[in-house]
């Protein structure tokens, strides 16, 4: 069974249209996160969802919106893509965090987002 | 807010040899130190992680070790094999803040 898993795994579109990437994990866990991993390779924090609250938000544009239905997922939609969204989209869940610093975080596979 | 330094970006060692890779940073109240590796084209995963109350750890071949007075940690792979090759990610966290500020990355080669 897939701890976390993410669709589509792949996404080419054009600029200007709206897309959404879906992650689910089957762990249980409580905290899931976005990052976006650019062509160099880092690794940066979008957002973060703690029972389905928003607890990080990065300084990321407004065309990106994080929704969570329930804290089994977390769903990205971006708007208005832009070139410069081309990236690969992790998404990752981990047991908790606060106190307990238990936050050893397990990762989707990936989206490879490509605008053109 | 925390920021973590990674060195060397790229790291080329013959098949048998030792990497060392290493990290500073920067928020003295950090106190979980996780290493991830990512093969090419695949999700990172965690390998090895420390706790700012131990000073080593070590789990066969790779070891890390945390120094908190100088704020910085290392990963140390022994008897490396081509199948260690990978990027390699340290990062750091406060925990109660739920957040993981990575290192930018070393890319490992191993020559056979």
């Known amino acids: 069974d897939t701890a976390v898993s993410q669709t589509p795994k792949y996404l080419v579109t054009q600029m200007g249209n709206d897309k959404s990437i879906k992650c689910e994990q089957n762990l249980g866990h409580d905290t899931m996160y976005w990052y976006k991993q650019d062509s160099k390779k880092f690794l940066k924090i979008m957002f973060s969802y703690n029972n389905k609250e928003l607890i990080i938000n990065e300084t990321v544009p407004n065309r990106f919106s994080p929704k969570s239905p329930d804290k089994a997922h977390l769903n990205l939609h971006i708007n208005s893509l832009e070139l410069g969204d081309s990236a690969v989209y992790f998404c990752a869940s981990s047991q908790a965090g606060g106190l307990a610093g238990d936050i050893e975080q397990y990762f989707g596979p990936g989206t490879r987002l490509t605008v053109t | 807010g925390e920021n973590v330094e990674q060195h060397p970006s790229t790291l080329s060692v013959q098949e048998g040899d030792s990497a060392v890779i290493k990290c500073t940073y920067s928020?003295?109240?950090?106190?979980?130190f996780p290493w991830y590796k990512q093969e090419l084209g695949k999700r990172p995963q965690l390998i090895i992680d420390?706790?700012?109350?131990?000073g080593e750890k070590k789990d066969q071949r790779i070891a890390v070790t945390l120094n908190k007075t100088a704020k910085h940690f290392s990963l140390h792979i022994t008897e490396t094999q081509p199948e260690d090759s990978a990027v390699y990610f340290c990062a750091a966290s406060k925990g109660y803040d739920y957040k993981l500020s990575f290192g930018a990355g070393t890319t490992v080669t191993v020559r056979a």
């Open positions: 928020d003295s109240a950090s106190n979980y």
């Open positions: 420390i706790r700012s109350n131990v």
